[in-house]
């Protein structure tokens, strides 16, 4: 008998059921089949490889430009409150007199969108007043023998504004001249009060304390005050203005005159030194008035003034008035 004849009659002995031997086996050769088909672990885990070393990246890409942006924005800061002094300038230096001319100077001439419908400026008369600017305005007008049409230079930055005489003398004898402030705030508020005295010029800028131009940083030490000079301080300074300072030598080139009635300066202990860059043997200024009302201790305003004092004797000036910290000099055209 063949085997194939063996199987159908056992199976027909058992019923035509097939044997269990038979059953397990092919349910092992399935799940076997199963497993061989499916992801491999490696496979399974290679998603979340890839999202963890996407983040990385991306987390690596983010700290390195947080760092260079911290580092360009340290770099800006550092360079905009550093001092550039530009030495291989003249005061006298075509270039320089016509930039200031022609960019600072000219800002005042155009009409600010605040002044366009404002009221012109009081007539300021200094006759009865008591207020200082008044009074200095009427002390140089004694010494001037109340002369007419005069030309003045002045800047009073921060708490020395209180003695800003030009408006006075403008109103009242039709003085003529520049204002230099170098406070954006209150460059704005003159040249809405000066607008329309068209004889009176607003300049944002500054006196320089060298016989060459500069560029500095504004600091606001008090609500009032304006430091002409750059100190940073990383933990407390924030953004400050930049300002350009000129000699006073340059301003009077661009004005167009070396013979003036006034100057008037008060920049925080840098009066002295600004005086120095004057080239007396090729200007004429008839007044001067310092007006010591900044950072200066009191006991070191008398030595402080003796030795502007001390040099303005030198160039033939003699001290006419000193009140209230305002020493006024005039020139002695009798020597």
Not at 210 to 239: A, G, R
Request: aromatic residues 8%; glycine residues 6%; hydrophobic residues 35%.
């Amino acid at each position: 008998m063949t085997a194939k004849s063996l199987n159908l009659s056992v199976n027909q002995q058992n019923g035509g059921k097939t044997s269990p031997s038979a059953s397990c086996g092919q349910g092992k050769m399935s799940v076997k089949g199963a497993r061989a088909t499916g992801p491999s672990p490696l496979r399974q885990l290679l998603p979340i490889a890839l999202c963890l070393i996407s983040f990385a990246t991306v987390l690596s890409v983010l700290i390195i430009y947080m760092d260079t942006t911290e580092i360009r924005h340290q770099q800006f800061r550092l360079n905009m409150s550093r001092d550039y002094d530009l030495q291989g300038v003249s005061q006298d230096n075509d270039l320089l007199v016509t930039y200031f001319r022609e960019v600072q100077m000219r800002k005042s001439d155009h009409i600010p969108p605040f002044v366009l419908n404002s009221e012109p400026a009081e007539e300021l008369n200094f006759t009865g007043r008591h207020e200082l600017a008044a009074e200095l305005a009427a002390v140089i007008a004694n010494l001037v023998s109340g002369r007419r049409n005069g030309t003045f230079l002045q800047s009073l930055p921060g708490s020395s504004e209180v003695a800003l005489s030009g408006p006075w003398l403008s109103s009242s004898l039709g003085w003529g001249g520049v204002i230099v402030e170098p406070d954006p705030r209150k460059y704005f508020n003159y040249l809405k009060q000066n607008y329309h005295r068209k004889n009176v010029k607003v300049v944002h800028a500054c006196l320089s304390p060298n016989e060459y131009p500069k560029e500095i940083t504004l600091h606001h030490e008090e609500e009032s005050e304006v430091q002409i000079n750059s100190i940073l301080n990383e933990e407390t300074e924030w953004f400050h203005p930049r300002v350009k300072c000129f000699p006073v030598y340059t301003m009077l080139l661009a004005m167009n005159t070396t013979n003036i009635d006034l100057l008037s300066v008060g920049c925080h202990d840098q009066e002295f030194l600004i005086l120095q860059t004057i080239p007396f043997d090729r200007v004429r200024i008839d007044i001067i008035s310092v007006h010591l009302m900044s950072r200066l201790e009191e006991d070191n305003i008398p030595i402080y003034s003796q030795n502007i004092t001390k040099f303005l004797f030198g160039k033939n000036y003699r001290l006419m008035h000193n009140f209230k910290n305002n020493l006024i000099y005039q020139y002695n055209r009798h020597n």
